[in-house]
């Protein structure tokens, strides 16, 4: 418990991504957990600066979130998936008149979007600007229109790729925001009425003085002097949904939910809250956050205005919330201790550890002075992270830590530690791919869904049997994505519950407990899984039961993650003959996950996932050009310098790829006259659309023997016979902006 996990398998931030799911059909809205920005001024103004923003689908939770488009930093971005149709938005966090969007595009551009304004960021959306020749590059758009929430709604792809901008801008005049304790239209603000917000239907009524009790080994949470032990787990819907999918939360038994960050959307969800009889731990997000990779780099020994400037920032929510009947804790911080490895190393590293640490102490002096009824904590990765803490930050009530797989030694090393305070576990459940062992194709082996739901229960065991110390666990994570991080994580995917949450609603004696419960996959299994065929169908086997007869609904998907880092999942068809699956593998190289989704029509559902490895069609014959000499129009120098030998190398893991032009070319020297009957060339996502096939015997004058269009990428096998000493495909149309580039091009001679 006290290494360090390896930086390049850590888990990041908790994705915040959209993904079409077994029911799932529906597009539906997650938060991305990102500061809110400060109130609006006289217009126009940038609104939307670090406001919180919600997306279809991101590239990659860790790199390319939707938050990323309105840090005012041009150097982040947004990137969706790779597929038509995919939406941006962002929550102003009060209706606003809008004036002008400003979109900076990476090269992934739409061609064909719309603007659309709405007050309630599920529906209504009123249009506001549309385009069917967007340009790319900077736009600037004078639009006319009011709303809360500003979305850009993209139908058409410029390229191969998603949507991805640099920053998305909106000027315009704000509107009166509704947690301003100066406005006096607001007849629950709680600078108007007394602070309990006696006006606010709901068990919750009045404010709630929250203590840790005890010493020595002997704590308790108290709640207005009442023991109160923390179940829950991390809060995954928009907040402004809080009120469709609280109940679900309350019915597996749980108490408690958990936030990364607090601002004036968090409002919607400490009311849902307080209505259904939860509490909330308040986050506030520190940089680098979300454990290494994640998160900027922030100097904790010298950057003062950083460090005065957040500050500043959440004594102000502290001061907002602090009287809110759901409050529970604060908890100041989420995984910057270990994250700050990514930035520092050796001593400097230890000196911004303990800077941190000391911070976090400064914030939470600062925050008792404001509010002595609620506990604070920091939470972090790993319990390394504790003596930083025990050695810095003594105004802390108690301490946090996510924990998945190495739950269970907690209380070990909190004995070795000789901690004076209780612990709660913010982050919870199966092991991750960080920490299990990787399968027969080279990647982690994910937990099954009958393994995450004993996890649950294995994991709340290990934390309850610390009397006195262990208090109670957000677990990871009510959350209704169904993409890669979704299915390793959630319990409510799609909406659709888990076999974890009824685990946990046995545990917790929720509602839910002895209900109509999901179909379980006791089985799953893909033959040949590390040798599938481009673009050829395969089977996978299953074994399925459904404890309750129902019948059952199959829907199933790709994940290329292990390839390109999606995190989203692909929906493809399938063709069923019991619990045998067969699909048809996809064109690109390299490990894939499939993914069943089983649906039992009563809110339930099963899912299970295996990888496979895709790999191109077998050639007969010998491959003639096989580490011959090969040259080109040109090869790009950076990375991993992308030679044109790379395509003739006979390894799908290398490739050439050349200078972002129109056209190019690339041939190989095959060293004499040798005969050839069939090619195979792999491409990599920059792909020619149009290309020639040529030939010569003296590399001067060229004969043409095959013309290809219309080409989609992925892989090309073709029939063109020839006897030659030079082979060149000339390459005449971009499939993509890019350019051209070939993991391989195989030419053969044929048996």
Known sequence: ??????????????????????????????????????????????????????????????????????????????????????????????????????????????????????????????????????????????????????????????????????????????????????????????????????????????????????????????????PYTVKGFTWGPSFAEADTYMPGLTSMGANTTRTWGTGADTKALLDSAAEHGVRVINGFWLLPGGGPGSGGCINYTTDTTYKSTTKADILNWVEVYKSHPATLMWSVGNESLLGLQNCFSGAVLEAERNAYAAYVNEVAVAIKAIDPNHPITSTDAWTGSWPYYKANSPALDLLAVNSYGDVCNIRETWEAGDYDWPYIVTEGGAAGEWEVPDDANGVPDEPTDIEKGEALRDSWRCITEHEGVGLGATFFHYGLEGDFGGVWFNVNPGGNKRLGYYTVADMWNGSAAGGNTPPRISAMSIPSSGSIVAGQPFTFNLSVSDPDGDPLKYVTFFNSKYIDGAGGVQYVEHQRSGDAITVVAPQKLGVWKAYVFVEDGKGNVGVETRSFEVVPPAVPGTNVALGKTATASSFQTWGDNYTPGQAFDGDTATRWSGEWAPTGWIQVDLGSPKAFDRFQLVWEAAYAKSYEVQTSNDGTNWSTIKTVTGGDGGIDTFDAAGTARYVKLNLTERGTEWGYSLFEVGIYDLP
């Open 1 to 226: 418990m006290t290494s360090h996990p390896p930086l390049e398998t850590r888990r990041g931030t908790p994705m915040r991504v959209l993904a079409l799911g077994a029911a799932i059909a529906a597009t539906l809205v997650a938060t991305v957990l990102a500061a809110p920005g400060q109130s609006a001024v006289a217009a126009p103004v940038n609104l939307s600066q670090g406001k919180p923003a919600t997306a279809s689908s991101v590239e990659s939770a860790d790199y390319t979130p939707a938050s990323a488009a309105f840090d005012g930093n041009a150097g982040t971005r947004w990137a969706s998936s790779w597929s038509d149709p995919q939406w941006i938005q962002v929550d102003l966090g009060q209706r606003s008149s809008i004036d002008r969007i400003d979109l900076s595009w990476e090269g992934a551009y739409a061609k064909a979007y719309e603007i659309q304004v709405s007050d309630t960021g599920t529906g209504g959306w009123t249009t506001v600007h549309s385009t069917t020749t967007g340009p790319g590059g900077t736009e600037s758009l004078d639009v006319d229109g009011e709303g809360r929430f500003v979305r850009l709604h993209g139908t058409t792809r410029a390229n191969g790729y998603g949507y991805s901008l640099w920053e998305f801008q909106v000027f315009g005049t704000a509107g009166t925001d509704p947690t301003d304790p100066t406005d006096p239209t607001d007849p629950t603000d709680p600078g108007e009425v007394d602070p309990g917000y006696p006006n606010e239907p709901g068990p919750f009524t009045t404010p709630s003085v929250v203590k840790v009790a005890g010493g020595n080994g002997d704590w308790s949470l108290q709640v207005n002097g009442k």
